[in-house]
């Protein structure tokens, strides 16, 4: 982590002010569990608000930071013998901090891909990988990502979130 920090300061040296753009994010999201073992439980609408930095490397290459706050929400259903069923609603909280590569396809579309960090607001921290897809306007980006979490939190399941997202750009 040390040498991946290091190397976005040495990235980010070359940079220019007006290389960097920076704004709030807001995104309503969806949890959902990978298939690693049977389970009924299904994602509720969560969401996410937090700050956004993208730093402009070339014309085609940029790193995109951001920090979190993020709420996920889910319900699982027990049954015992095919009878009845009981529903729980389980709810976690994370602080994210996604670190993105991105490519830019044209000047307004973008691709990329990174690691996230989510620690834990009173539940288990997780880290995983994560795709995003991004449409730049004037002062507001558009915004879908996947994020597949590498712990088991739930029966034996990663966390999966789906996102979409608005950007405004402050600077």
């Known amino acids: 982590?040390?040498?991946?920090?290091?190397?976005?300061?040495?990235?980010?040296?070359?940079?220019?002010?007006?290389?960097?753009?920076?704004?709030?994010?807001?995104?309503?999201?969806?949890?959902?569990?990978?298939?690693?073992?049977?389970?009924?439980?299904?994602?509720?609408?969560?969401?996410?608000?937090?700050?956004?930095?993208?730093?402009?490397?070339?014309?085609?290459?940029?790193?995109?930071?951001?920090?979190?706050?993020?709420?996920?929400?889910?319900?699982a259903k027990d049954s015992f013998m095919g009878q009845s069923e009981d529903k729980s609603t389980f709810s976690n909280n994370f602080l994210e901090i996604p670190i993105i590569a991105k490519y830019r396809i044209n000047d307004d579309l973008a691709i990329g891909g990174g690691l996230q960090y989510c620690w834990g607001l009173g539940s288990s921290n997780d880290s995983g990988g994560l795709i995003d897809l991004s449409y730049d306007m004037d002062s507001i980006k558009i915004g879908a990502r996947y994020y597949n979490g590498s712990k088991k939190i739930y029966s034996g399941n990663s966390l999966n979130n789906i996102s979409l997202s608005i950007v405004y750009i402050m600077f």
């Open 1 to 75: 982590m040390k040498k991946f920090l290091l190397f976005i300061g040495l990235i980010s040296l070359g940079l220019n002010a007006q290389d960097i753009k920076g704004g709030i994010r807001i995104a309503p999201n969806m949890a959902t569990f990978s298939s690693d073992v049977d389970n009924s439980s299904s994602g509720k609408v969560g969401y996410s608000i937090g700050y956004i930095e993208t730093m402009n490397v070339n014309s085609q290459f940029a790193l995109q930071g951001e920090i979190s706050y993020t709420h996920i929400s889910y319900e």
